[in-house]
Structures are given as C-alpha cells and as structure tokens.
C-alpha cells in the first residue's frame, strides 16, 4: 500500500484536507446571523452522503479480480461478510474490525 | 478529577469517557496503517482530525489516486459537518471569533451530539456564556485520546509483521460505519448504486470512479426517498455516530 507520492505532495494534501475540513466545520458557526440554516436541499442530499461515500470507498476493496466463483471467494471477501455481520449486530467499530480479522486470518487457512 | 476545573468542563470529560472505546480502536487503525511515514500520519490526525476521511486519504493515497481526488474525497466525507455546523452555531454566537474558531476545529460526530443534547435541554439564558465548557470538556477528551491513539497506532504497526495484514482494518473500519448509515431503502439503494458504480468505474483515471460513484449513490437516495420508497425518516446520516443512545 505505499505510496508512490514525495513527501511535498503528500504534505500538500494533508494540509488542503485539513482546510477544506476545518472550512466546513466553522462555515456556518462563523456565519451564523447571515445564515439561519442549511439550505433544504443540500440538509436532503447530506442524508445519503455517508451510505454513497462509505459504499463507494469500500466496494473495490471486496469487488473479485473476475466473474467466477473461484475469484470471488477470497479470503477478503470472507473477512468482510463476518465483518459485515458483527457491524449489523453490535454497530460497534471494535467489534466488526476483530470480526473481519479473524474471518480473513481463518479463511486465509483454511482456503 | 481536579475540582478546580469548571463544573460544565468536568462533566463534559465524564461523558466523553464511555465514547473512548469506540474513539481508541479507530485511532489506532489510523495510526497503524502503512504507507505514509510516522510524522505524515500524526500530522493527518493533527491537521485533519477526522477519523473516517484520514483513513480515505491514507487508502487513496497507497493506491496513488490523483491528490485532487484524495482532496475532495475527504471534503465529501466531511461534508455533514455542514450540517453540526450549522445545528450548533445558535449556541456558539456569543463567543469570540477565536474561541468559535478553536470549537470549529474540535467539531466531530460525538462532541456534537453531546453537546446539543445538553444544550437543547439547558433552556437556563444565564449558563449560555458557560455553553463552550461542557462542549470543550467533550471534544477536547475525544482530540487528546485521538492523537494518542494515532501514535500508539504508528508505534506499535511498525512493530507488526506484514502477515497479520493490520492494514485490511481499514476497508473494516469503513464497513462498521457503512452498515448502520444504511437505515432504510433510500439509503440502501444509495450505498448499492455507489458501490457498484465504483466498481465498474475503478478503471476510470485518477480514482474518480469514487467520486462519480458517491454523487450517483446520493442522486439515488434522493431519487428513492421522492418516490417514496421505504421511508421511514430515519437518521440516514447518524452511521458514524457511536454516541446514539447517550
């Protein structure tokens, strides 16, 4: 997973990210007076923005190398599903990551 | 604790404690994912202090995507702060503009809702010039656990063979928030058409298979929501947010 980016570019975006984000965290406590609240149709379209985003960043992660049964069963895959179910039970972020490293280390063995 | 501290701070702090043990294990993956060197990662978790969007960028950055799009993919992860923004500044107008500058940059899921469930309660005017204390007392527990959590994460990944394939806690970590963000059908058809956008388009240049992925996720809750489909007014946007309940 290295990088192949210097150290200046990564630099670079460490620091526009945290602009950007510390932008949006004081927009409306900064402007607030001039602004009552966030527009409707924006309020509407934030909803859905973290199921896109998270779903959008995860799904190549587990997506199989090609269409047959072989390439899907990876142990990835395996380690997400468990993962996928502990998140559903116990919403916990502790829990579903130990899930889905015992899921892949167990299916790394066992295929 | 120290009974010097304001009564509005003390409690702050106290609430934030039961937060930590979901706050720990995410900064720990933060920090131990490879890729980046000690000093870049810490720095993330100072500069950005986000959980969600530094382990985006950590994972755009390892697969080389366009700085650009690792820019604005932190802005989209970021984006619902607009909405805490905007939902707390009633409470913060009387502040100066440094103090509302230095709440804004602690501003996260937890210290949000926290916070607003006390003031909302608070209907006393008189405490409005203690309001930052109870909020402090929050955000700065959950910054200072954060940041430690992130270097004991560097020090002890780079102690971690590569066989125990730590970094795969990321797509994990991702997973935990992605399943209770999908409340009801709107947001479900949102995160499928996003998925599976992103995967047809992982080939597109510069990673912008993600970004087009996430606008037709949004664009398909929107749609699914106008049409009425399964909806329950549900806190679609609530996923990331591990102090429901308090």
Redesign the interface.
Known sequence: MATSYGPPSIWAVIVAAGLATFAIRLSFIHLFGRVEEVPPWLERALVYVPAAVLAALVAPDFAPASATVEAALTPELLGGAAAVAAAWRTEDVLWTVAAGMIGLHVARFLL | MDSRLPPDLRDGIRDALPLL??IV??AL?AGV?????PL?TI??SV????G??QL??I?L????AA?GV??L??????????????????Y??ELS?RV??G???L?TDQAYALALARYVGDRDRETSTRRPHYYLGVALTLWIVWQAGTVVGVVFGAAVPDSW?L???V????????????SDA???G??????????VG?GLPFNA???V??????A???AL?GRGVGSTDG???G??D?AEGH
Do not use: H, K, W
């Open positions: 043990l979901g294990p995410f993956v994912e490879a890729g980046l060197t870049q720095g993330l500069v950005v202090f986000a969600a969007s985006a960028a994972d950055l390892g697969r080389d700085l690792v820019v993919t932190v802005v989209v992860v970021n984006l619902r702060m607009l909405m805490y923004s905007a939902s707390i500044a009633p913060f107008r503009a509302r500058a709440c804004a940059y501003l394939r970094g795969f806690a797509p994990l970590v991702f997973l935990a928030l992605l399943v209770p963000a999908v709107p947001s479900l949102a995160a499928v058409a996003a998925g599976a956008v992103a995967v992982a298979g993600l970004i992925g996430a606008v037709v996720g949004v398909t809750g929107i929501e806190d679609g946007g996923g990331s591990p």
